[in-house]
């Protein structure tokens, strides 16, 4: 199962992300996270802490591997390579382990357009769409804000999306696009978690909002959500009110994708 986490900047998805990751792995399963935003920081999310976040190494800077696998150098432009690189070893050999979590940091391509059609882009894609996977392995990707970056090639082999929404039109709006996009990528399922809710309306005004979309559920505003990635700890671990959230989204999210 390979679930993207989508929205506008700041709506929570980096900490939705680590939320389901801790949860599934707490249930037995093996978990890759993804840190797919160029700007990575699920690291604090899962409740890794930044001596052991520091030796994962972000794969879009391994020029020598990346070009060794696909026989072209980040940054090279044109020239041919291959689009079916091996991968499976990269998790393994890149990433880092904390409490049943792999996580695997993407991180920045100095000189790749979003969406390009570069070598580094090649091998997230690769990775993405045949790291399957054990039945009852789980991919969570944590991805960049906005719709810019939804490609064919990332988008296109995962199962869902769950697009993060806040209270607020410009969220609103930011989901309805990434709902247009992802199913034209061929997307099969797209979900909604609506955050940050405070007021009593809140929930209203979202599903008004976005009705027709299926929602997995909600999490209030939590001061110690806020604490947390003060502290630079995990909501995992610092805010029992979310994991019980979490729970709720998670059990949604099972019985849809098992329909
Ligand atoms: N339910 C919540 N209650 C209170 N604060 C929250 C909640 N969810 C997220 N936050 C806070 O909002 C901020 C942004 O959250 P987060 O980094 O998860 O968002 P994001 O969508 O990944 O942002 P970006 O677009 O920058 O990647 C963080 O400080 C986080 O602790
Ligand atoms: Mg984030």
Redesign the pocket.
């Known amino acids: 199962m390979k679930i993207a ?1 989508t ?12 939320l389901l990751a801790r949860l599934y792995a707490a249930e037995g399963r093996t978990v890759l996270a993804v840190d797919a ?1 160029p ?1 990575a ?2 690291a604090s ?1 899962l409740g890794i802490p930044p001596e052991k976040a520091a030796q994962a190494l972000p794969l879009a800077e391994q020029s020598d591997m990346i070009e060794e696998r696909t026989g072209s150098r980040p940054g090279a432009p044109g020239g041919m390579f291959s689009i079916n690189p091996k991968v499976d070893d990269i998790p393994d050999t890149y990433g880092i382990r904390h409490e049943g979590v792999r996580l695997l940091i993407m991180g920045k391509s100095k000189e790749a357009a979003a969406g390009c059609y570069c070598p580094e882009h090649v091998l997230l894609r690769r990775l993405v769409s045949h790291l399957i996977l054990r039945h009852d392995e789980v991919v969570i990707l ?5 719709i810019e970056h939804l490609t064919r090639g990332t988008a296109g082999s995962v199962d869902a999306f769950i697009v ?1 929404v ?1 209270p607020g039109q410009r969220s609103m709006q930011t989901a309805r696009q990434i709902e247009r996009l992802a199913l034209g990528l061929g997307v099969k399922s797209v979900f909604v978690v609506g ?3 405070q007021r009593e309306t809140d929930e209203a005004f979202i599903k008004d909002h976005l009705s027709g979309m299926k929602f997995l559920g909600f ?12 502290d630079g700890r995990s ?1 995992y671990d610092a ?1 029992p009110g ?1 994991v019980e ?1 979490a729970k709720v989204i998670k059990a949604a999210l099972d019985a849809l994708l098992k329909k």
Request: without cysteine; glycine residues 14%; aromatic residues 2%.
């Open positions: 986490i929205g506008k900047g700041g709506v929570g998805k980096t900490t939705l992300s680590g935003d700007d920081n699920l999310a944590d991805m960049e804000a906005g993060v806040e955050n940050k809710i999490m209030r505003y939590a001061a110690d959500t806020v604490q947390a990635d003060l909501a805010s979310a959230e």
